[in-house]
Nanobody, 116 residues
Framework: QVQLVEYGGGSVQAGGSLRLSCEVSPYANYHMDWFRQAPGKDREGVATIDSNGRTSYAESVKGRFTISRDSAKSTLYLQMNNLKPEDTGTYYC????????????WGQGTQVTVSA
């Protein structure tokens, strides 16, 4: 059973930064994603890193968010800079290999709140 545990959510003012972490156990070179869901809205994909390290981002976060992974620490990260109120939501990490839609393995979610 693959377990994913997110850390690092919190409350910040607009323009601030947060870094989310997702510990993966057991770790493998999964295709991994960050998703988010705002109240009353559908879940949306935010960023992806594939098993070769290639990354992709939603247009709304390009240039502000960076997804990365550290295999030595079995951890996926999402560095979020210049946060905006519309970034508020519950953030989830997800993993699978080969990639599936939706992924099979999910974390419990961590809340990010950005105030104006």
């Amino acid at each position: 059973q693959v377990q994913l545990v997110e850390y690092g959510g919190g409350s910040v003012q607009a323009g601030g930064s947060l870094r989310l972490s997702c510990e993966v156990s057991p770790y493998a070179n999964y295709h991994m994603d960050w998703f988010r869901q705002a109240p009353g809205k559908d879940r949306e994909g935010v960023a992806t890193i594939d098993s070769n390290g290639r990354t992709s981002y939603a247009e709304s976060v390009k240039g502000r968010f960076t997804i990365s992974r550290d295999s030595a620490k079995s951890t996926l990260y999402l560095q979020m800079n210049n946060l905006k109120p519309e970034d508020t939501g519950t953030y989830y990490c997800a993993a699978d290999f080969p990639p599936r839609n939706p992924p099979r393995y999910w974390g419990q979610g961590t809340q990010v709140t950005v105030s104006a």
